[in-house]
């Protein structure tokens, strides 16, 4: 068994949607958009929300078989471009993969220092959007973001829940940065950090006990190492409330593509043993997303 089977049994016959898959809601029909084949389907509203129980790994029905051969369904481990015969030109996977390419050959110039209500912070604008929409579509009053650097992420997403009605936002790191952002201009919103190791089980007891129903998102944005972000998924995912996101951000870097699917197997190795998570399909509509493909939803 090599590294990419690992975790999954030649008789696990399991499936779940691919990340690759787009959902357009038309009313009385969905269109399921292929963004590496670039083949789309319209179906009734009956087998789009057929189609949305297999978020994560479940046993499918003859009526699926359809959706596995259209590669809409996958088996474990079986879910990057080159298991959907390679990305077409021309698609929507394509313009993800040239803006990836780009973006990580020139990090620096790529950053542009973009700003948030005056302050710097290290992410990119279709991340924001994204986070943003997550918060205040789903009514989230609770953030964690492990791996907070100098704050530039907390701001955000405490400005956001500031203009929400407030709520609570979290960050986690090894140290403690000496130019955070005054966090005390938002009213009603309470900003709280915890120093410590991402990997330790101490620093996930001291953030549970800020919040002990969960966060309705939590971001990992530590460990440049892919290895390091495959553990930090399993070992933060309990911070994650029912409904929540569990987000893992940097997942296409040269790091990260060098290392043959680390990540992605570690996700899908992830989702094997822990059946109340799926794939986010919301994500799907953000195409330049840095955590494209590991946006995770808990979904009971």
């Known amino acids: ?34 963004t590496v084949r670039g083949e789309t389907h319209r179906v009734d509203r009956a087998t789009y929300k057929d189609l949305l129980r297999l978020r994560g790994f479940r046993m499918p029905s003859e009526q699926h078989a359809r959706w596995i051969d259209a590669g809409v369904l996958v088996p474990p481990f079986h879910d990057r471009p080159e298991d959907h015969g390679g990305i077409r030109p021309g698609t929507e996977a394509q313009l993800g993969r040239d803006y990836q390419d780009w973006y990580w050959r020139r990090e620096v110039e790529a950053e542009r220092e973009y700003r948030w209500l005056g302050q710097s912070l290290v992410k990119m604008p279709s991340d924001l959007f994204f986070y943003q929409e997550l918060i205040s579509e789903h009514g989230l009053d609770a953030v964690l973001e492990i791996g907070y650097g100098r704050g530039g992420g907390l701001w955000f997403f405490a400005s956001v829940l500031g203009m929400l009605g407030g709520g609570l936002v979290v960050g986690v790191d090894l140290e403690r940065s000496d130019a955070l952002p005054p966090f005390d201009r938002f009213a009603g919103v309470g900003v709280e950090l915890v120093h410590g190791d991402a990997h330790e089980a101490v620093t996930v007891d001291a953030v549970r006990a800020l919040r002990p129903e969960g966060f309705g998102l939590v ?23 029912p409904g929540g996101y569990l987000v893992v951000e940097d997942v296409t870097s040269p790091e990260c593509r060098e290392a043959g699917g680390t990540v992605e197997d570690g996700l ?5 043993g822990n059946t109340g998570f799926g794939v986010a399909v919301e994500a799907a509509r953000f195409p330049l997303l840095k955590a494209r493909g590991a946006v995770l939803k808990h979904i009971g």
């Open 1 to 34: 068994m090599n590294a990419r089977t690992m975790g999954a049994t030649t008789e696990d016959r399991r499936v779940r949607l691919s990340t690759y898959v787009l959902f357009v809601d038309y009313g009385g029909e969905v269109e399921v958009q292929h």
């Open 219 to 241: 971001v990992v944005d530590a460990d440049q190492r892919p290895e390091g972000k495959a553990a930090l998924l399993e070992r933060w995912a309990v911070a994650a409330a």
């Open 268 to 272: 899908d190795r992830f989702l094997l």
